[in-house]
């Protein structure tokens, strides 16, 4: 399969022309560090239909309807498509962290509460597939996880179907996979996940915003925090990004 990122007219509308709407009447540091509720901007978010989606999950009212679009020409092919995680904030992806950290929910089946792994590596080992908050695209309202974030799931003849489908027609409606294969992209970071998808009309702006806003010390507020600056959170993480959906 080739991917492209030939955007039809109907995307192509969508690409901001100023940054003035991007951050929704907030500090633009709050924002890209997801110190807010979707729920509590309802001119700038909207909660998906519970058909496309499971439990409650807001995007940007544009990602929103993209993905709506999306899957409707998924359904008429048989693929259905559903997002199981959307916006997240800080607060919520601290939750997921510090569960991590504590040994609450054990990572990779350890129980990093009890390891000999030195701060830096405890959290590189999170982050091969959990965002420290304040650094998750899913803060920003752009990027959802779609249908599993098992890997096994996308082993099945059903999520290779899904897969595939994505493949092939995400990029009509603005999605592109943030977080491809390392070994063929070089990039790096977070482990591939071909769950997340990132819709580029608003993620790219945001991403271009978070680099020039953004310092590794300007991440905290969490335990483990000070790791972010030993690990290179940001260029290393948070830029690691399959390089066709860094591009208008």
Not at 85 to 97: C, D, G, L, P
Not at 149 to 169: N, P, S
Not at 198 to 214: D, G
Request: proline share 4%.
């Amino acid at each position: 399969m080739v991917f492209s990122l030939v955007l039809p007219l109907a995307v192509s509308s969508l690409w901001p022309q100023t940054t003035d709407t991007l951050f929704a009447d907030l500090a633009p540091k709050d924002y890209l560090t997801g110190k807010f509720e979707p729920a509590a901007l309802p001119e700038y978010f909207s909660l998906l239909p519970s058909k496309y989606c499971v439990g409650e999950q807001w995007l940007r009212i544009q990602a929103a309807q993209a993905f709506i679009d999306m899957a409707m020409a998924a359904q008429n092919q048989g693929i259905e498509l559903k997002a199981v995680s959307s916006t997240r904030s800080f607060y919520r992806q601290k939750k997921i962290w510090e569960d991590k950290w504590t040994g609450v929910r054990k990572v990779e089946g350890r129980d990093l509460s009890k390891s000999r792994l030195n701060p830096a590596e405890k959290a590189k080992l999170i982050m091969r597939f959990s965002s420290m908050p304040g650094t998750s695209r899913h803060h920003w309202g752009t990027d959802l996880d779609i249908n599993s974030v098992d890997e096994a799931y996308f082993k099945t003849e059903q999520g290779c179907r899904v897969y595939d489908w994505l493949l092939d027609h995400a990029h009509e409606f603005g999605f592109c996979q943030v977080y491809s294969p390392k070994q063929k992209s070089g990039r790096s970071g977070y482990q591939e996940e071909k769950w997340h998808w990132s819709f580029l009309p608003l993620a790219i702006p945001f991403t271009q915003e978070y680099q020039n806003l953004i310092s590794n010390q300007d991440i905290s507020g969490f335990l483990g925090y000070e790791t972010a600056i030993k690990i290179g959170a940001i260029e290393n993480y948070v830029l690691g990004l399959n390089s066709i959906c860094t591009k208008q």
